[in-house]
């Protein structure tokens, strides 16, 4: 089965650095979407990106956060300026169509990259 | 906005026992339900999704949901666990029409052999 691919698994950072986080979302998608999970607490939308934009983002992802898909394959998370609070399980996911779309669309998800701000 | 309900965090319970996990919602419109599983160590996986038709939906591996709209419900069940359903299941919504994805807090489910 296709599946989304995330890296690192794991990272630890000190606060105030950048950090990047990389995803591999499956091949023939159209529809990339990261989510994050703070321990404890549920998983949370942040933004969903289409045609090489964002389409839709959450009132979590302000102006220290951006996403790119740099080169065709990858799809990036950046945190420009880490903050304790940004420790969390970050979830990159896929879908062939729109979310919400009535059409019995599915959306995949990687296994997360566990982020933990020091 | 949508948002979804998850009681009984935490569920313990021994093989061959019935379990059924509650998820409710809220929003007035037509949605789209899901329930996710994640087992130790690995990604978010759907177990099944309702979008229309016979409200009660089958998924992988013996679980099934029924949408019970006057309730607002989208509830879990599987009449018989083993020990390899110990995992975290999550109920999710999408409002029709909208991009993202509303989860439940999570159920973590641990069967005893």
């Known amino acids: 089965e296709p599946e989304v691919t995330q890296t690192p698994s794991h990272q630890v950072t000190q606060m105030g650095q950048e950090v990047i986080l990389r995803c591999v979302p499956i091949s023939n998608h159209l529809y990339f979407y990261w989510y994050r999970q703070i321990l404890g607490q549920k998983v949370e939308f942040l933004v969903s990106?289409?045609?090489?934009?964002?389409?839709?983002k959450s009132e979590i992802f302000d102006d220290q956060f951006s996403v790119e898909r740099p080169d065709g394959s990858n799809f990036t998370l950046k945190i420009r300026s880490t903050k304790l609070e940004d420790s969390a399980m970050y979830f990159c996911a896929s879908s062939l169509e729109r979310q919400g779309s009535g059409a019995g669309n599915t959306i995949y998800f990687g296994e997360g990259s566990w982020l933990t701000v020091v | 906005a949508q948002s979804v309900s998850q009681h009984n965090h935490h569920v313990i319970l021994s093989e061959a026992a019935s379990l059924e996990l509650g998820c409710n919602y809220s929003y007035g419109g037509t949605v789209n339900l899901f329930w996710y599983v994640q087992y130790p160590g690995q990604h978010l996986q759907l177990l099944l999704k309702y979008f229309s038709g016979d409200p009660l939906v089958k998924g992988i591996k013996g679980f099934e949901a029924e949408f019970i709209k006057s309730k607002f419900s989208f509830n879990l069940r599987k009449p018989s666990v083993q020990w390899s359903d110990t995992a975290e299941y999550f109920c999710?919504?999408?409002?029709?029409?909208?991009?993202?994805?509303?989860f439940g807090k999570g159920n973590q489910v641990v069967v005893i052999p």
């Open positions: 999710a919504v999408t409002a029709y029409g909208n991009n993202r994805l509303a």
């Open positions: 990106f289409y045609n090489n934009e964002i389409s839709e």
